[in-house]
């Protein structure tokens, strides 16, 4: 029975208005994330927290809602990093088993294990790979390495591309990264970092990361000169920004 107990229906104003939940949002770091905000009488200071049930927020009763959100920008990079880590804690693990599905430039690829351990390569809509003496732990290795090699491939292939385009000298260096936050980054010594993860992604969602890094070479800054930069690059780039925003997640999966 679920009934509750006498006395916790008849408590005294006091305590029956000292907790009010209720939900909000906020844009940080260019997503929109929701949370949960719980006021009580009792709280002196507004905490933080997140974890599998997402961001919530304990605040004193009288907090204003400026004060809320000042503090979650404050730290949106930290807040934005928990919830992928959670998301990607939610996210199914791979077996590395025969008809798994892979994403490569925006196309799903299924897994094929084959007795030649050397094989790595695309067979139609199938990665063919030869079965590891490690099993699983192998043949993830074999795809990762296969992945981030088509991945260096391609994105020194954009990058030259835009890079002629902006007439830049001498050619940027390209690394791979595997940060979960962030698709790509430009250091003023003129090396760009991209997340070997965006391999996943359709070519145009690719290319807008590539463009926008390139674009740094010439402005290290997101002022209206350097969105003009990669406009002359690409010009839907907002539409593909907030593809990639939207849709992002989608390919933090292996
Ligand atoms: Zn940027």
Redesign the pocket.
């Known amino acids: 029975m679920n009934r509750a107990k006498p006395g916790q229906l008849d408590l005294p104003l006091r305590f029956r208005q000292e907790q009010a939940i209720g939900r909000a949002h906020l844009a940080l770091e260019g997503r929109l994330v929701s949370y949960t905000i719980k006021r009580s009488l009792r709280r002196r200071a507004i905490s933080i927290l997140v974890d599998e049930e997402g961001l919530r927020v304990g605040a004193p009763w009288d907090a204003t809602q400026t004060a809320i959100e000042r503090l979650l920008r404050k730290h949106a990079e930290w807040v934005v990093r928990k919830l992928e880590e959670w998301q990607v804690r939610r996210t199914p693990a791979r077996h590395w088993i025969d008809g798994e599905p892979l994403m490569l430039l925006g196309e799903s690829f299924a897994l094929k294990l084959v007795p030649d351990a050397s094989v790595v390569r695309l067979h139609g809509a199938e990665l063919l790979v030869g079965i590891a003496e490690c099993g699983a732990v192998g043949v993830s290795r074999h795809v990762h390495e296969w992945v981030h090699a088509q991945a260096l491939a391609c994105f020194k292939e954009r990058v030259e591309h835009y890079r002629r385009l902006l007439r830049v000298h001498p050619a940027p260096e390209v690394h791979l990264s595997s940060a979960r936050t962030r698709w790509g980054s430009?250091h003023s010594s003129g090396r760009i970092h991209l997340n070997w993860r965006l391999i996943q992604m359709p070519v145009h969602l690719i290319d807008y990361v590539v463009a926008?890094?390139v674009a740094?070479l010439l402005e290290m800054n997101?002022s209206q000169r350097?969105w003009r930069t990669v406009g002359s690059l690409v010009p839907d780039y907002a539409a593909r920004r907030k593809a990639l925003r939207r849709d992002g997640h989608q390919y933090l999966l292996i």
């Open positions: 430009c926008h890094e740094h997101h350097f």
